[in-house]
């Protein structure tokens, strides 16, 4: 069956962090090692609950500054520190728009309440014909359910859909719906892959 939908994940696809030293500068002034400090702002449990739309973002990020025995008041370089080395790929972004002209286009994100505001701000809402952020939604990828909310908002069969994405489950996940999927390790290789798929 044709492709007619393709879904990006963000993080890891289209905003990656390409110069490690401001979370690595971060991490060894805090006494973390780089891992210990990433677990800590994506994988505990007030990351889990932001990312569910259960909490605000600034009740995570006071999670992480109690878990690092820092006052409050350095919330804001800390997380100007940690996001530092991240930049988004506009020329991915660019590629996602030409896709607009023939296929509909979507984002799927396992995301902070303020991601779309992120969005919007950086001025990339138009690349995608539907947004669909976790905290908004209440569920996380790999959960079928939060696929099959952003096939109905293409209004789009699992068959003709893809999804881009850097991690393997959810991209095995998107499969099992009967989605073709595409593990995303660098942008030529997830392009050249895409265009095999669409041609």
């Known amino acids: 069956m044709k492709i007619e939908a393709v879904f990006f994940d963000l993080g890891g696809v289209?905003?990656?962090?390409?110069?490690?030293?401001?979370?690595?500068?971060?991490?060894?002034?805090?006494?973390?090692?780089?891992d210990d400090l990433v677990r800590m702002i994506f994988e505990s449990e007030?990351?889990?609950?932001?990312?569910?739309?259960?909490?605000?973002?600034?009740?995570?990020?006071?999670?992480?500054?109690?878990?690092l025995?820092?006052?409050?008041?350095?919330?804001?370089?800390?997380?100007?520190?940690?996001?530092?080395?991240?930049?988004?790929?506009?020329e991915l972004l660019e590629f996602i728009r030409g896709l607009r002209q023939t296929r509909r286009t979507g984002l799927i994100s396992n995301g902070w309440p303020d991601l779309r505001?992120?969005?919007?701000?950086?001025?990339?809402?138009?690349?995608?014909?539907?947004?669909?952020?976790?905290?908004?939604?209440?569920?996380?990828?790999p959960d079928a359910r939060i696929y099959q909310l952003a096939l109905q908002s293409l209004r789009a069969l699992p068959q003709a859909t893809a999804l881009?994405?850097?991690?393997?489950?959810?991209?095995?996940?998107a499969r099992s719906l009967?989605?073709?999927?595409?593990?995303?390790?660098?942008?030529?290789?997830?392009?050249?892959e895409l265009q095999r798929l669409l041609a």
Do not use: C
């Not at 025995?69 to 790929?89: M, N």
């Not at 881009?164 to 996940?173: E, H, I, Q, R, Y």
């Open 117 to 141: 505001e992120y969005i919007v701000r950086n001025g990339f809402a138009d690349a995608f014909d539907a947004i669909v952020i976790s905290a908004e939604v209440g569920l996380l990828k």
């Open 178 to 192: 009967g989605m073709e999927g595409i593990v995303f390790r660098e942008a030529g290789q997830a392009r050249q």
């Open 46 to 67: 007030s990351a889990r609950k932001a990312s569910l739309g259960e909490i605000t973002v600034q009740q995570h990020w006071e999670a992480v500054a109690a878990r």
């Open 69 to 90: 025995r820092r006052p409050a008041s350095e919330i804001p370089s800390i997380r100007g520190e940690f996001f530092g080395g991240d930049v988004l790929d506009r």
């Open 14 to 34: 289209l905003l990656r962090t390409e110069y490690q030293a401001p979370r690595e500068h971060l991490a060894e002034r805090l006494g973390l090692s780089y």
């Open 164 to 173: 881009v994405d850097d991690m393997p489950a959810n991209v095995d996940a």
